[in-house]
């Protein structure tokens, strides 16, 4: 007899999609089909209720998936380097690449972190998003857990729900920032950018911490926790306070705010991606209860950038 699992994650209102859409956002790994056909069979709960695929979606809601062990998911391998920094038999942490996709998404099948993890391992292949439990941006490097089985995949994205992961970043970003900081503002999605997130008091609760800084003139080098996991978040609140993280041109950062070094200011105009690196994580382990901690240098493109920073 197949061992089933449950698979949970949340999703948010839209509108203008059926649920069977949303899901096929939430999960692009996944066919349309075998989405709907898991509605059908009554394997896909909302908020714990039988569901059809026409629904729509008024408020946040849970979604549970009961997957059977052998169900793959449709994403290819691809042989791409991964820098693993921490494995064992349950999980495994990864450094991602700046500039390297976490998820696949709908029009962006290939060249990702997915793609990637399947090659090195392919029994992720029976895992939902290849066994990853969060996400990093496009433009932002850093640790990212991997697990490699359903158990561990639902243990620890409960933990990562219940906020009991601790996510630390290193960012440069523009101006002089003194001030060690609690930022607690509300983040939604821009109602015409659809990239991009703002802050608005009628968004998802989002706070970010700066523990320290060292400071310049025109640069600071910040030293970040998130307590949430809102998608931008570090970017957004940076960007409210009026420091956009360098490089980072969705979010209002222009090479002239470097214009008295010019040495960074040459370096970013020639650097695609941010200054913006996930460097340690802290949490329990899924099934012995140790303590897990990881520290996870940046690369060598971050350490210039910090190096310009600091010359003058």
Same mark, same amino acid.
């Given at each position: 007899?197949?061992?089933?699992?449950?698979?949970?994650f949340?999703?948010?209102?839209?509108?203008q999609?059926r649920?069977?859409q949303i899901?096929?956002?939430?999960l692009?790994e996944y066919s349309?089909s075998?989405?709907q056909?898991?509605?059908?069979?009554?394997?896909?709960?909302v908020?714990?209720?039988?569901?059809?695929?026409?629904d729509?979606?008024?408020?946040?809601s849970?979604?549970?998936?009961e997957i059977?062990?052998?169900?793959e998911?449709?994403?290819?391998?691809e042989?791409?380097?991964?820098?693993?920094?921490?494995?064992d038999?349950?999980?495994?942490v990864?450094?991602k690449y700046?500039?390297?996709?976490?998820h696949t998404?709908?029009?962006?099948?290939?060249?990702?972190?997915?793609?990637?993890?399947?090659?090195?391992?392919?029994r992720l292949?029976?895992l939902?998003r290849a066994?990853?439990? =969060? $996400?990093?941006?496009?433009?932002?490097s850093?640790?990212l857990?991997?697990c @490699? /089985?359903? %158990?561990?995949?639902f243990?620890l #994205?409960?933990?990562?729900?219940?906020?009991?992961i601790?996510k630390?970043?290193?960012?440069?970003?523009s101006?002089?920032l003194?001030?060690?900081?609690?930022?607690d503002?509300?983040?939604r999605? =821009? $109602?015409v950018?659809?990239?991009?997130?703002?802050?608005?008091?009628?968004? @998802? /609760?989002? %706070?970010?911490?700066i523990h320290? #800084?060292?400071?310049?003139?025109?640069?600071?080098?910040?030293?970040?926790?998130?307590i949430?996991?809102?998608?931008?978040?570090?970017?957004?609140?940076?960007?409210?306070?009026?420091?956009?993280v360098l490089g980072d041109?969705?979010?209002?950062?222009?090479?002239?705010?470097?214009? @008295? /070094?010019? %040495?960074?200011?040459?370096?970013?105009?020639n650097f695609?991606?941010?200054?913006?690196?996930?460097?340690?994580?802290?949490?329990?382990?899924?099934?012995?209860?140790?303590?897990?901690e990881?520290?996870?240098?940046?690369?060598?493109?971050?350490?210039?950038?910090?190096s310009l920073a600091?010359?003058?």
């Amino acid at each position: 007899m197949k061992s089933k699992n449950i698979f949970e994650f949340d999703i948010s209102p839209d509108h203008q999609l059926r649920l069977d859409q949303i899901l096929s956002k939430e999960l692009p790994e996944y066919s349309r089909s075998r989405i709907q056909k898991w509605i059908k069979d009554k394997k896909l709960l909302v908020n714990g209720q039988e569901c059809l695929s026409k629904d729509k979606i008024k408020k946040v809601s849970k979604v549970e998936i009961e997957i059977d062990e052998d169900e793959e998911i449709d994403v290819s391998p691809e042989d791409i380097k991964l820098d693993i920094i921490y494995e064992d038999d349950t999980l495994l942490v990864v450094n991602k690449y700046s500039g390297m996709v976490t998820h696949t998404a709908i029009g962006n099948y290939s060249g990702t972190l997915q793609n990637a993890l399947l090659h090195y391992d392919p029994r992720l292949r029976k895992l939902p998003r290849a066994g990853i439990i =969060h $996400r990093l941006d496009k433009q932002t490097s850093g640790a990212l857990i991997v697990c @490699k /089985n359903l %158990k561990s995949q639902f243990i620890l #994205s409960k933990l990562m729900q219940e906020r009991r992961i601790s996510k630390k970043y290193i960012a440069v970003v523009s101006g002089s920032l003194k001030s060690t900081l609690v930022i607690d503002k509300p983040i939604r999605r =821009h $109602r015409v950018n659809r990239k991009k997130m703002i802050v608005d008091e009628n968004g @998802k /609760n989002a %706070k970010t911490i700066i523990h320290s #800084s060292i400071y310049k003139e025109h640069v600071s080098i910040l030293d970040l926790e998130i307590i949430t996991g809102r998608t931008h978040q570090i970017r957004v609140h940076l960007s409210d306070l009026g420091h956009p993280v360098l490089g980072d041109k969705l979010y209002g950062y222009k090479h002239s705010k470097l214009k @008295k /070094n010019g %040495k960074l200011q040459q370096f970013m105009e020639n650097f695609d991606g941010i200054a913006l690196h996930a460097y340690h994580l802290k949490f329990k382990h899924p099934f012995d209860d140790k303590d897990i901690e990881i520290e996870c240098l940046p690369g060598d493109a971050f350490n210039v950038i910090r190096s310009l920073a600091l010359e003058n």
